[in-house]
C-alpha cells in the first residue's frame, strides 16, 4: 500500500529527526558541553566514516545503511519507513565504530 507523499516524507523527517536527536541526547549525556556533543555528532558523521570506509567490515554497514537509507526513499510503502530508519541509525553506528578503531 502506497502513502502519499506528504504524509510519507513528513513521516520520514520526523523519524530521522528523532533518532539523530536520540544519538545527540545521547552524546550530551557523555560529553561535558553542547559544544563537544555537537562536535561528536560531526565527527561521527565525516571521520568516522571516512575511517569506517577503509575497513571492510564497517565499509559493508556503510554500504549497507546507504541500501537501506536508498530504498526507503524511493519506494513509498510503510515497511519502507522501517528500512530508511534502519538505515539511518546503523549510519551512525558505522561512524561510531570507525571513530572506535581510531582511538
Given at each position: ?21 536520540m544519538f545527540?541526547?545521547?552524546t550530551l ?16 558523521i565525516t ?57
Amino acid at each position: 500500500m502506497e502513502m502519499p507523499y506528504k504524509i510519507y516524507y513528513r513521516r520520514l523527517i520526523i523519524g530521522s529527526l528523532f533518532i539523530l536527536g536520540m544519538f545527540f541526547l545521547w552524546t550530551l549525556v557523555n560529553a561535558p558541553d553542547l559544544g563537544a556533543a555537537t562536535t561528536a555528532i560531526f565527527l561521527t558523521i565525516t571521520v568516522g566514516i571516512g575511517i569506517g570506509a577503509s575497513i571492510p567490515g564497517i565499509f559493508l554497514c556503510v554500504m549497507t545503511s546507504s541500501c537501506l537509507m536508498g530504498y526507503g526513499l524511493f519506494v513509498r510503502k510503510k515497511y519502507a519507513l522501517t528500512l530508511f530508519w534502519s538505515g539511518f541509525a546503523l549510519f551512525f553506528l558505522a561512524g561510531m565504530m570507525g571513530l572506535g578503531t581510531r582511538y
